[in-house]
């Protein structure tokens, strides 16, 4: 069963910095494209950065590039968001995101952490 836990949220000033966690347990982490997402009140779920498998360059929002960067460690089924420069437009329930193929119902099942809390605030 794939499981998502994201870890690392907190309150930070502006300017600051923090990183999150997402340990990845229930499928084959170093053949899956990792994602990282984010939801502010009252807003849309966005794509925040991806990253390929084992081990490819992220890609990000316009709103992040040159602030954030995703990583991942295969050999702990571990992403990371490094986060720098942070805005109080940053502020946002940070989730980690899955999709795999489920060969029994011939369908793509997308998986979610429970998410973590970054709030940006003097």
């Known amino acids: 069963q794939v499981h998502l836990v994201e870890s690392g949220g907190g309150l930070v000033q502006p300017g600051g910095s923090l990183r999150l966690s997402c340990a990845a347990s229930g499928f084959t982490f170093s053949r899956s494209t990792m994602h990282w997402y984010r939801q502010a009140p009252s807003k849309e779920r966005e794509l925040v950065a991806t990253i390929p498998p084992p081990d490819g360059n992220g890609n990000y929002a316009d709103s992040v590039k040159g602030r954030f960067t995703i990583s991942r460690d295969n050999a702990r089924n571990t992403m990371y968001l490094q986060m720098s420069a942070l805005k109080p437009e940053d502020t946002a329930v940070y989730y980690c995101?899955?999709?795999?193929?489920?060969?029994?119902?011939?369908?793509?099942?997308?998986?979610w952490g429970q998410g973590t809390q970054v709030t940006v605030s003097s």
């Open positions: 995101h899955v999709a795999t193929y489920d060969w029994g119902a011939m369908t793509i099942r997308d998986y």
